[in-house]
Structures are given as structure tokens and as C-alpha cells.
């Protein structure tokens, strides 16, 4: 079946332009995460989505950074007024249980 | 605040011979660890998870250990094949809560 897909693979962007990221989670399943990873570091959590609960937003790294889950479903991580030190992997993940995620390939985002 | 830690961010293994990926964590009230494996330009996927309640669970060439005293799980793979080659990240979660990542080892078998 299909996985976690993500979209762009790969983006560019100038330094403060807003950037989107886009998740599509594995059909069915109720929760969703956002992470990103810098050169060289771990995985960093960022927000995640369960079911209609709201969500747990505390690994937002600043107020320039949001997300949303339209309809249960597909999540789009929103950066404002990107930063060098945005550039990075972000990488989305979804699960059905809470234990095992499944996690799409990421987008590359670098900010020039 | 990194309450799972991987000290070791790479190692290198003759093929044939066994890998062991060490981890650490800080908070005991984790009951289930999992480690993940992730090739250059993909996601991350899951290898094998193991429960508080066991300090053993083996699949194939892939051992996780879980030392609760110590709070120190390891992951031994044996015997280690080039396609072995990856970043590993432990993960360790409470409950329904989050799972919480470790920075990654980069494991490289050589020939």
C-alpha cells in the first residue's frame, strides 16, 4: 500500500520568504508528526496532530512555524519569513497504534 | 533536555563481525524503546521495539537489550552486512506520549 508521502522533495527558497511543506499520511491512520533534522543533529519534534484532539505543539521552534491537519488527514507545516537556520529536513511521520511511525522521505528545505 | 542519548555518533564494523549501537535515557518512566534505521535521502523506518517489561526481543539478525537499571539499551546486529550501512536512531516514548529521539549513529560496515 502507499506510505507517507511528502511534497516538495526538495525546496529552495530566498531568506525571508514563507515556504510550505506538505504530508500525506498513510490512509487510516489517526496520528501525524512533524520533525525536522539539521546537518548533523537527531530528529527533532516539532508538532503532532491526533485525531481531533488538539495538537501538541510544543516542539515549534518559534512562532514563525505552523501546522494543520485539514480533515484528518493531509498536514501542511507553514514557515514564515524563512531563516538560514530553518534549512533543514522535515520529515513527517504517521502512525495508526501509539507506537511504531511510519515516516515519509522528507523534504529538503534550504534557505539562501 | 535530551533524555535519550546516543554518545556514539559513528561506528565502523568489519562485515561479518557484530554491531553493537549503544543508547541511554534519562527518564524512567519510559516503557517502550524502539530503534529506527534511515538511509541518506529517506525516511527513517522502524527495525524493532521492545517493552519495559522484557530485556530481550530478537528478530533475524537484530537483538535490542534493555538494561533498566542502568537505562541503557543497545542493539546488536549480527552478522553485520554492508546494506547495514545507516544512520540508527533509538527512541524511547511513555504511555500515549510522544516518542523521543536520539541524535543517530552512523554505522558503516566495511568490506
Known amino acids: 500500500g502507499a506510505g507517507v508521502s511528502q511534497s516538495p522533495s526538495n525546496k529552495v527558497t530566498e531568506k525571508g520568504k514563507d515556504v510550505e511543506l506538505r504530508c500525506d499520511p498513510i490512509?487510516?491512520?489517526?496520528?501525524l508528526y512533524w520533525y525536522r533534522q539539521s546537518l548533523g543533529q537527531g530528529l527533532e519534534f516539532l508538532i503532532y496532530?491526533?485525531?481531533?484532539?488538539?495538537?501538541?505543539k510544543s516542539g515549534l521552534p518559534s512562532d514563525r512555524f505552523s501546522a494543520e491537519r485539514t480533515g484528518g488527514s493531509v498536514s501542511t507545516l507553514t514557515i514564515q519569513r524563512t531563516q538560514q537556520e530553518d534549512s533543514a529536513v522535515y520529515l513527517c511521520?504517521?502512525?495508526?497504534?501509539?507506537?511504531?511511525?511510519?515516516f515519509g522521505p522528507g523534504t529538503r528545505l534550504t534557505v539562501t | 533536555d535530551q533524555q535519550v542519548k546516543q554518545n556514539s555518533p559513528s561506528l565502523s564494523v568489519q562485515e561479518g563481525r557484530i554491531s553493537i549501537l549503544n543508547c541511554d535515557y534519562t527518564?524512567?518512566?519510559?516503557?517502550?524503546f524502539l530503534w529506527y534505521k534511515k538511509y541518506p535521502a529517506e525516511g527513517p523506518t522502524f527495525l524493532i521495539s521492545?517493552?519495559?517489561?522484557?530485556d530481550k526481543n530478537e528478530d533475524g539478525r537484530f537483538t535490542v537489550f534493555l538494561n533498566k537499571s542502568a537505562k541503557h539499551l543497545s542493539l546488536h546486529i549480527v552478522p553485520s552486512q554492508p546494506g547495514d550501512s545507516a544512520v540508527y536512531f533509538c527512541?524511547?516514548?511513555?504511555?500515549?506520549?510522544?516518542?523521543?529521539f536520539g541524535q543517530g549513529t552512523r554505522l558503516t560496515i566495511n568490506p
Open positions: 527518564n524512567s518512566m519510559f516503557d517502550y
Open positions: 527512541a524511547a516514548k511513555r504511555g500515549a506520549q510522544k516518542l523521543v
Open positions: 490512509s487510516g491512520h489517526t496520528a
Open positions: 496532530f491526533q485525531g481531533n484532539s488538539a495538537p501538541d
Open positions: 521492545i517493552s519495559s517489561i522484557k
Open positions: 511521520a504517521s502512525s495508526l497504534t501509539q507506537y511504531e511511525q511510519y
